[in-house]
Structure formats: C-alpha cells, structure tokens
C-alpha cells in the first residue's frame, strides 16, 4: 500500500470513529426545538431565540471550520440559505469547535469570510446548544418547522435533495 493509500485509509478511519456517517434519522415524534444556549458569539447576526422564530423554518447546521464533512456539506447549506430565505427560511449554523484552535472568534470570523458564508453563525464553544439538541455528529442538520419542533435530522453528508424537498415542503406548509 503507498504512503498516500495509508494516510486516506487512516483518514477515513479517523473520520468514522469523529464524524457520522451520512445517515436521517426522522424526528418523531417531533420534539420541541431548544432554545441557543451558551452562545459565545453571534456572528453575521444579532442573538437569535428561537422562541422568536414561530412562523418560520429554521435550518440549524452543526459544524466546524477544519471538518472536511462540513466543508463538503457547506454549498449545500449557503444554496438553501440564498435560495429560500426570502421564503421564511432562517438559516442558523451552529460552530461547535473539534479542536482548540477553532475556538477563538477571529479564526471563526476568518474561516466565514473565507467560505462566503453569510448566514447567521452561532459560536458554541461550550457545546451547550450541541448538548441542547443532544447532538452528537459533525455535520448535522436539524430542520424546525413553523410551530418551533423538530421534524427533520440528517448527520453527515448527503441527502440533499431530499433535505431540499422537506425544506420545500415545510415552507409551503
């Protein structure tokens, strides 16, 4: 096996064991969505509450900067965000750090800039809306629909079409 066949095997060893597989896992029955808690900082938006968001969807995306499945699960993401906010859609990323280094502001500030990211930015430091949802996975998107429960969970990459058609159809609703 090459260098190179090792370090990818080991990567995606490594991957496996952080991050989950792309697998739904349908809310039911719905639960109530929790409110942000232990917010560090908002960023691209003042604090959100999400008992202020009755009547709208919102798409909450747990994430980190250096997260390959992340960073592959993003266009996705800012495309929802551009192409169904101005339907309702509010789009809430929530960074909860992997690594030390992704804990301090500016480097959150940075990576945002970098990506083009221009939804609103939770910084969850203390993995205390992470622990609200009981989320456990690097992607994971939870879609809230208008009366404010979880009706929607998706953890790792993929499914984006079928993400879309519940986005779609949460809106219409």
């Known amino acids: 096996m090459t ?8 990567s995606a060893a490594a991957c496996a ?24 900082q908002w ?18 995306d747990f994430w980190t ?12 993401v800012k495309s929802w965000h551009d192409k169904y906010q101005a339907k309702g859609l ?13 804990k301090p502001t500016k480097n959150v500030q940075s990576a945002i800039e970098r990506l083009g990211i221009r939804h609103a930015v939770a910084q969850d430091n203390s993995y205390a809306t992470w622990r609200a949802f009981n989320n456990q996975y690097w992607p994971a998107i939870y879609l809230v629909d208008k009366k404010g429960s979880i009706v929607y969970r ?17 809106l219409a609703a």
């Open 17 to 40: 064991t952080s991050h989950a597989s792309a697998f739904f896992a349908p809310a039911s029955p719905p639960a109530v969505a929790p409110e942000f808690a232990g917010i560090d």
């Open 65 to 76: 900067y250096t997260c390959i499945n992340c960073l592959n699960q993003l266009p996705a």
């Open 154 to 170: 998706h953890f790792g990459e993929g499914r984006y079409q079928e993400t879309e058609k519940t986005i779609q159809a949460l």
């Open 90 to 102: 509010l789009t809430v990323g929530v960074h909860t750090p992997e690594f030390a280094h992704e």
């Open 43 to 60: 960023l691209n938006s003042a604090p959100l509450r999400m008992a202020d968001q009755r009547g709208r969807v919102v798409l909450i």
């Open 3 to 10: 260098s190179r066949r090792r370090f990818l095997a080991a």
